[in-house]
């Protein structure tokens, strides 16, 4: 069964930093596109950063030049690493994992940015 696990997420002051991590157990995962999302009440998930199975990314424009999205192959782990943290980037943060037929979420793990 595969299982992508989120952890990394808490309470931290605006202008700080996290690093988001998501273990994948799945086979096969360097041919995987990997994906961070985010969810924030009342509001539709959307894309904060993505990164292919060649390592190219792609980052939501609210959030380029402050967050940076990496992979570990050798680990099946993706990252976020999150600075200049904002209380709008305060959401519910997922990890996806796609490859054709095979697209999976994670349960994500709760970002607070707050004083």
């Known amino acids: 069964q595969v299982q992508l696990v989120e952890s990394g997420g808490g309470l931290v002051q605006p202008g700080g930093s996290l690093r988001l991590s998501c273990a994948a157990s799945?086979?096969?995962?360097?041919?995987?596109?990997m994906g961070w999302y985010r969810q924030a009440p009342g509001k539709q998930r959307e894309l904060v950063a993505g990164?292919?199975?060649?390592?190219?990314?792609n980052y939501a424009d609210s959030v380029k030049g402050r967050f940076t999205i990496s992979r570990d192959n050798a680990r099946n782990t993706v990252y976020l690493q999150m600075n200049s943290l904002k209380p709008d980037d305060t959401a519910v943060y997922l990890c996806?994992?796609?490859?054709?037929?095979?697209?999976?979420w994670g349960q994500g793990t709760q970002v607070t940015v707050s004083s």
């Open positions: 799945v086979s096969f995962f360097r041919f995987y596109d």
């Open positions: 996806h994992a796609y490859l054709g037929d095979y697209d999976y």
């Open positions: 990164i292919t199975r060649g390592s190219s990314t």
